[in-house]
């Protein structure tokens, strides 16, 4: 693909977990503690602070947006200018929590960093974490090297989850009770860490690639069908958004970890695509 990116919005800390909802892109600028909105003229609005360091977005299906808190492993509902604890994942994760699905039934999956990789400890697998509306949570899937950005199906019959340090995205079947089953490589990407990622109408997997400078268009087997440039700059996270959900918003940094908190190069681009944006989120 010969299009280019072009900024939206520049000048955060480290954004993660685009979405896009009413009209605006809903996002999380973790380092500085803030879930955002940012319209297609660049206008933005802080939704809530989370002083625990927010990441992936969702909604349950009455409108409540949940947030992934990363330092207490807690799942938030934000709830007006109140948050309130909807689980405590911290008996069933390692590590920082990260990603999040919400799919058309409330049910969220959300991912952790399995190891403190920022302490340089050693990496291992942990699990994926499903947090039913009633806040009862189950692990649902083990052996995942730091499950990352994670999407499902229109039908809600597939879920597919990135492993970020594996270089794989692993797809399951999605039982009627939200449990997890027939897991399968759905593509291995030679030479990416995917992180986040985002679902189109064709059943093509868009996936970012921290260690690389672009983002990938991935078909199930791993066909790269379209690359998209990011220059200098690294990808974290994309979303397919705006009214006929063609428009592609990619988070890129200059890097990553905590030293970006000292810093504010992160950015949210956009370029136009062919295919629109399916499933949750």
């Not at 690389?212 to 078909?219: E, I, N, T």
């Not at 220059?231 to 958004?241: D, F, K, P, T, V």
């Amino acid at each position: 693909m010969s299009a280019k990116l072009e900024v939206l919005l520049d000048g955060l800390k480290f954004g993660e977990g685009p979405r896009w909802r009413d009209g605006k892109l809903w996002f999380s600028d973790f380092y500085a503690y803030k879930v955002m909105t940012v319209d297609l003229r660049g206008r933005t609005e802080v939704v809530a602070e989370v002083p625990t360091r927010p990441s992936g977005l969702g909604w349950t299906p009455d409108g409540t947006l949940l947030v992934v808190s990363m330092l207490d492993h807690r799942l938030l509902a934000i709830e007006g200018k109140r948050q309130r604890v909807v689980a405590d994942l911290t008996p069933l994760v390692g590590g920082l929590c990260n990603d999040m699905v919400v799919d058309g039934k409330g049910r969220a999956y959300v991912g952790n960093f399995g190891f403190d990789r920022h302490r340089n400890e050693a990496p291992r697998t942990t699990v994926l974490v499903r947090v039913d509306p009633d806040g009862r949570m189950t692990a649902v899937a083990d052996e995942l090297m730091f499950p990352n950005g994670t999407v499902i199906s229109p039908d809600g019959k597939t879920l597919i989850v990135a492993e970020t340090f594996a270089g794989r995205l692993t797809a399951f079947d999605v039982a009627a009770d939200g449990s997890l089953g027939n897991r399968r490589i759905f593509a291995e990407i030679e030479d990416c860490w995917p992180d986040g990622i985002c679902l189109d109408a064709e059943g093509a997997v868009w996936v970012t690639n921290p260690r690389g400078h672009a983002v990938l268009r991935v078909f199930e087997g791993g066909r790269i069908a379209e690359t998209v440039s990011t220059g200098e700059r690294h990808s974290y996270a994309c979303m397919l958004g705006g009214a006929d959900r063609r428009t592609l918003f990619v988070i890129t940094n200059s890097n990553s970890g905590p030293a970006m908190e000292q810093k504010n190069d992160g950015r949210i681009e956009t370029v136009r695509v062919a295919v629109p944006g399916a499933g949750w989120p």
